[in-house]
């Protein structure tokens, strides 16, 4: 593979991806946790609702996201990282990808075993992927949960990550995913 | 004395066709066979519920709407919505209120004939409020009884179904379809 059919930087839709739907887990967490706490009633109904809904759009995204990345390569890793790093980078990678579809799919799962059928932004209800079962939504929701602390954690050592690239190795790891900057190569 | 037997059979068969035409057979719902759904819409998707426990009382003839009526008495403990989180919040006092309110009541007042069968006014009392409720409906008789089935619509709020947060309709729709379906046997 010659080098130079790497871009430089993450091309903007790819960016665009990244950030609409870094924005959309912040957002399911919050909602998720805070719907948690409530009572059974409406405003957890209305939590929900919209849990749901953003869970959906992110579900869209990912499609749409991974068919991207399918077509377009993404910059290359930079030079000096170890065998080590190389594939705990990419292992993270392929496991947020997995997780951008199994927690809206697990999710999506658990209100069909709920018989609570999901609705779009109450534009359109998706339909039920599975029948009403009480066991099978016990244990999704365990799923859901457990998955949605792993998720924590890769974004955590993502996060991190990115920093360390930045402010230790001094590299443009951070800068090519962000937009209005431009990466010099500082390696 | 022939003549005497054709003029006393005729008489009995005039009395009986009119007796036949203002008066209708009296039916019972069968409570294994018949079906009471309604469906609701909560954050913005449909949900379907039934109530498990009702009573129907029917008198009908398609020639005697005027001596024609339904009832049915409903045991509001008895709906089941397929999830028993949300039965609990049904039957809880901001929704059916089923401790004090544990019966919902319908009876018609007229039924007239419509082109795809037959039409009623009837009332409804619910979560102890009354209001007529029309429904639309077909009569089937089969082998043994009859088939009555046909739709109504309401809104909830009508009837203070929806107390406090519930009154709210941006997560729980106002409108509710019911759609019903009686195997109706003669009344012994």
């Known amino acids: 593979m010659p080098n130079q059919k790497f871009p430089p930087r993450y091309s903007a839709v790819a960016q665009g991806f990244h950030w609409i739907i870094a924005a959309l887990i912040v957002t399911q967490f919050t909602l998720g946790w805070m719907a948690d706490d409530l009572p059974a009633g409406l405003h957890k109904l209305a939590m929900l609702a919209r849990h749901k809904s953003f869970g959906m759009t992110v579900l869209m995204l990912a499609v749409l996201r991974l068919l991207w990345r399918l077509v377009n390569r993404p910059p290359e890793l930079p030079g000096g990282m170890s065998k080590v790093e190389r594939l705990l980078a990419k292992a993270t990678h392929i496991l947020f990808y997995v997780l951008l579809f199994a927690m809206p799919l697990t999710g999506w799962m658990m209100s069909s075993a709920k018989n609570y059928s999901v609705s779009w932004f109450g534009l359109f209800t998706w339909p039920n992927l599975i029948g009403k079962n009480e066991q099978a939504f016990d244990l999704l929701r365990a799923t859901h949960r457990s998955m949605s602390w792993l998720l924590f954690a890769l974004a955590t050592l993502h996060i991190l990550a990115a920093l360390k690239h930045h402010f230790w190795n001094k590299d443009d790891v951070l800068t090519r995913m962000l937009p209005f900057t431009k990466s010099e190569k500082r390696t | ?188």
């Open chain 2, 1 to 188: 004395m022939n003549k005497t037997i054709v003029a006393a059979a005729g008489a009995l068969f005039i009395s009986a066709a009119a007796v036949a035409a203002d008066t209708a057979a009296s039916y019972t719902a069968d409570p294994q066979q018949s079906r009471l759904e309604f469906t609701g819409v909560q954050a913005g998707a449909e949900f379907k519920g039934v109530f498990h426990k009702f009573t129907a009382s029917v008198e009908f003839a398609p020639d005697a709407l005027a001596a024609s009526h339904i009832d049915v008495q409903i045991d509001m403990n008895s709906v089941d919505s397929m999830d028993k989180d949300r039965d609990t919040t049904i039957r809880g006092k901001d929704i059916f209120d089923v401790a004090h309110m544990p019966t919902a009541h319908y009876v018609t007042k007229t039924i007239t004939k419509t082109a795809a069968g037959f039409n009623a006014i009837g009332s409804l009392t619910l979560h102890g409020v009354t209001k007529d409720v029309p429904i639309d409906f077909q009569f089937n008789p089969g082998a043994g009884g009859a088939k009555l089935s046909g739709s109504a619509k309401l809104n909830r709020l009508d009837f203070g179904v929806g107390q406090g947060d519930w009154k709210s309709t941006e997560w729980v729709g106002d409108a509710v379809k019911i759609s019903f379906s009686l195997v109706l046997k003669p009344k012994s």
